[in-house]
């Protein structure tokens, strides 16, 4: 049994391009933003220039209820680069909204049902080490 917990090191963090800007900007605000097409309303992420379903550039933000629930999970014992601290649990996140995010769980046992496809989650902000605020899930 351990616990996960959010990242504490010198990570990489995000490189903000003009589409995704306002995503982290959300996340420093501790909101969670989506696009959603205002043509065929397909919930949009990662932020982009035109609608993946339809090639609509109609692309409205909106704000996610932060709840969803885990679609897919790992467990990562050891970790890509020494930056990393290890156990940490990359996880597929659908949205209440019908979009996906991937982020990690935290705020659990690795071993126990809260990791588990199905459990519900919901979503949380941390600050890297270089002052980026990253979403994170953990159960709800
Ligand atoms: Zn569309």
Redesign the pocket.
């Given at each position: 049994m351990t616990l996960l917990r959010p990242q504490v090191g010198p990570i990489t963090g995000p490189d903000p391009s003009v589409f995704s800007q306002h995503y982290w900007d959300g996340c420093a605000a501790g909101e969670l933003r989506f696009q959603r097409?205002a043509?065929?309303d397909?919930a949009v992420h990662t932020p982009a220039a035109v609608?993946p379903?339809?090639?609509?550039e109609e692309l409205r933000w909106e704000s996610s209820s932060g709840r969803g629930v885990i679609h897919s999970v790992t467990i990562v014992w050891r970790p890509v680069t020494p930056a990393f601290e290890a156990p940490y649990a990359p996880a597929i996140i659908e949205l209440e909204e019908g979009w996906f995010l991937l982020t990690s769980v935290i705020d659990c046992d690795t071993d126990g049902e809260e990791l588990a496809i199905g459990a519900p989650v919901e979503i949380v902000f941390h600050p890297l080490a270089d002052g980026f605020v990253i979403p994170y899930a953990r159960p709800r």
């Open positions: 097409c043509v065929c397909t609608c379903s339809c090639g609509s």
